[in-house]
């Protein structure tokens, strides 16, 4: 049970006002749902800033399209600057696969311990690449000159993303410079300035 139940019924649409917490979201009247709760006018054919790592990430999960939920798909546009790229990270509940639409991108995923095996391949323009779920991948734009596009598919409405270096380095609270450094096996002062 690895992944998103399967709807016992046609849609779930959210219902935001509800105050029911359950694991997903609670079910709108199903005499209230209208085409509008599995509609956004998303714009994915626009390009996107990038961020600090030179990407942006455009999901569209249940948060941004109610009738998605207990559907167990998400979507996402990727927009990678040249040398840009989607750092390390991992989605908890997804299996994603991912098709470039435009540029070159170099990607890769880390098997399980005890093996740690790196995956990775070059993709060009129409290559799709599957990175199984929870497992830890990456994309990089190798073209200093152009950037990359990218249109990944997720099997869970809500996938999750834990970014690496955020999450071991910039915790909040922090996790301990002990922990850390023992962890990486470097000095306490490479793991201040890596926190910074």
């Known amino acids: ?18 105050p029911v917490f359950v694991n997903g979201f609670v079910c709108k009247n199903p005499m209230d749902v209208k085409a509008a709760d599995f509609f956004k006018a998303a714009e994915l054919d626009k390009p996107r800033m990038s961020n600090k790592v030179g ?17 167990g798909i998400s979507l996402a546009r990727i927009d990678y600057a040249p040398l840009g ?12 696969i991912l098709t470039v639409l ?24 129409g290559d799709v690449f599957v990175f199984p779920m929870g497992l830890i991948h ?11 596009v990218a249109i990944a598919a997720l099997n869970s409405q809500n996938p ?22 023992k962890a990486f096996q470097v000095k306490k002062n490479t793991i201040d300035w890596l926190q910074l």
């Open 160 to 181: 999750g993303a834990i970014t690496i270096a955020n999450a071991v380095f910039g915790s909040k609270p922090p996790i301990s410079d002990d922990v850390l450094a």
């Open 138 to 148: 990456f994309q990089f734009n190798p073209n200093p000159h152009k950037p990359a």
């Open 85 to 96: 790229q989607n750092p390390p990270h991992t989605h908890p509940r997804a299996t994603k």
């Open 1 to 18: 049970m690895a992944s998103d139940p399967s709807p016992l019924q046609d849609f779930c649409v959210v219902d935001k006002n509800s």
């Open 55 to 71: 990407s942006n990430v455009t999901l569209i999960n249940v948060m941004q399209i109610a009738g998605l939920n207990t559907l």
């Open 102 to 125: 435009e540029g070159t991108l170099y990607v890769g995923f880390v098997t399980s311990n005890p093996d740690n095996k790196f995956l990775s391949k070059v993709l060009n323009k």
